[in-house]
């Protein structure tokens, strides 16, 4: 798996390149807790709120006070048709982060209709991997292997069970031996700074074996987030997550 983030801004990256090296010892400053949706939970954080603004140059969807004394911030992803007009009824995920009073993020979530596309077991993969990826200073990216981690023995996503939560895709590509079927969603976001108004806009790709019927691949961006994981890396087959 290859993860990518876009890292910009001088105080922002070192703060990134910080939690970074958490992933290094990911049991010691991170734990999961997985029950309808994914929450990664930050023992020691150390990125702020308004970092998470200047990475992806994009606002939360909500921003509401929690028992902490923080922000909870809600970025709402709702699927589009051909027109670019959001389809009704609603298909919808979401991506949570939770401030504490200090304003540190310490809780992401992603919520079950994300799962659908990037289910626990190997999302949590994919963010163990960061703990070995590649920097790319000059880019400022990280790009992470999981050729270090203990194999997945959970079975690969049906394309039937994705397409029953997610639906038909805009368009589908023949690649050989797969298919790729493409989404578009868009974030409810406003005040986005001029030049980056195509980050609003997330493409989904997602690429089933022919054959078998599997997902293979899950490549998107979400809010400043890119992802790309070849699900079959993780079971011993390939992978690659890349922040970006």
Same mark, same amino acid.
């Given at each position: ?7 910009? /801004? ?13 992933? /290094? ?10 029950? #309808? ?25 909500? #921003?509401?006070?929690?028992?902490? /004394? ?32 200090? /304003? ?69 590509? #023949? ?70």
């Amino acid at each position: 798996m290859l993860c990518s983030l876009l890292l910009t /801004g001088c105080i922002y990256w070192i703060r990134a390149y910080q939690t970074y090296l958490q992933m /290094g010892e990911f049991d010691k400053f991170f734990s999961v807790q997985v029950t #309808d949706d994914f929450t990664l939970q930050f023992k020691e954080p150390i990125m702020f709120s308004q970092d998470f603004v200047s990475l992806s140059k994009l606002y939360s969807s909500m #921003d509401t006070p929690n028992a902490e /004394g923080g922000r909870h911030w809600r970025y709402w992803f709702r699927k589009l048709d051909k027109n670019g007009k959001i389809i009704k009824p609603e298909i919808k995920f979401y991506s949570d982060l939770n401030f504490n009073k200090e /304003g540190k993020v310490n809780a992401w979530t992603f919520s079950h209709l994300f799962l659908a596309i990037a289910p626990p077991a190997f999302l949590e993969a994919s963010l163990r991997s960061l703990g070995g990826a590649e920097i790319n200073k000059d880019k400022m990216q990280l790009r992470a292997s999981a050729d270090s981690l203990d194999k997945i023995t959970v079975p690969l996503p049906q394309k039937s069970a994705v397409l029953a939560q997610i639906g038909e895709p805009l368009e589908i590509q #023949d690649d050989h031996e797969q298919e790729i079927y493409i989404y578009k969603f868009q974030l409810e976001t406003h005040n986005i700074e001029p030049g980056y108004e195509e980050r609003a806009l997330s493409e989904v790709k997602l690429s089933f074996d022919k054959k078998t019927q599997e997902m293979v691949r899950m490549t998107g961006r979400f809010a400043g987030l890119k992802i790309s994981i070849n699900y079959r890396k993780f079971l011993g087959k390939g992978l690659t997550v890349e922040q970006g």
